[in-house]
């Protein structure tokens, strides 16, 4: 049984760039949720997606997007890169039932991302 | 508002002291409540769930509803708990996407 990989470990970006963070979810798992984790701070949560398309959003503008696909791998997506942008990206995989996660989630070791 | 509130960043602690790592949560009805821990170099993981009630490395936490507190504790402290400890909710109201909101985290040190 393979854990939840992403990429890439670390990433540097400039100011208005766009940026596609990837993450491979554990075998058997059909959500991905991703996470923007500030320096200092808890893990925000900013969407989930269950079935390839999106199932639930967090306080994050538009222009985070995501993508599921039928292997249950997942894409984050930032347009017009900000410097606040900075921050680990965590993305979590989970087995739902019935359109809900069972909240046994498991992490994968995330994207640093910096914008500079 | 959702909010999980971990007042204390920093808990030093030394070995074989008890442990109390504080966690008060604000949500309007049916909360999920759980902690995660992330040890030096590894990757998020759970540590325990309130439904579960159970003990996880020595670790007990209960939900207090009447004081909205899901404090987690250890009666003996070990090196090896030395980590970043996060306090999390999710609800279990209909429509809920299972969206985890965490605490701002608590470092814990256990000394020699």
């Known amino acids: 049984e393979t854990g939840v990989t992403q990429s890439p470990t670390h990433l540097i970006k400039t100011r208005g760039q766009q940026v596609t963070l990837r993450c491979s979810s554990q075998?058997?798992?059909?959500?991905v949720s991703w996470y923007q984790q500030a320096l200092g701070q808890g893990p925000q949560f900013i969407f989930q997606y269950y079935r390839e398309e999106e199932n639930g959003r967090g306080n994050f503008p538009p222009r985070f997007s995501g993508l599921q696909f039928p292997n249950y791998s997942s894409e984050l997506n930032v347009n017009a890169l900000e410097l606040d942008d900075s921050a680990l990206y965590l993305c979590?995989?989970?087995?739902?039932?019935?359109?809900?996660?069972?909240?046994?989630?498991?992490f994968g070791s995330g994207t640093r991302l910096t914008v500079v | 508002a959702q909010r999980v509130t971990q007042p204390e960043k920093l808990l030093s602690v030394f070995k074989g002291a008890p442990v109390e790592l504080k966690c008060n949560y604000s949500y309007s009805g049916s909360p999920e409540l759980f902690w995660y821990v992330q040890y030096s170099r590894q990757r998020l993981q759970l540590l325990l769930r309130h439904i579960s009630r159970e003990s996880i490395k020595g670790f007990t936490a209960d939900l207090n509803k009447g004081e909205t507190s899901f404090h987690l504790k250890k009666p003996f402290a070990q090196e090896e708990d030395s980590a970043m400890y996060y306090c999390?909710?999710?609800?279990?109201?209909?429509?809920?996407?299972?969206?985890?909101?965490f605490g701002q985290g608590t470092t814990l040190q256990v000394k020699p």
């Open positions: 999390a909710l999710s609800g279990l109201s209909s429509g809920n996407t299972g969206k985890l909101i």
């Open positions: 075998s058997g798992h059909n959500t």
């Open positions: 979590a995989s989970s087995l739902a039932q019935g359109g809900r996660a069972n909240y046994g989630y498991t």
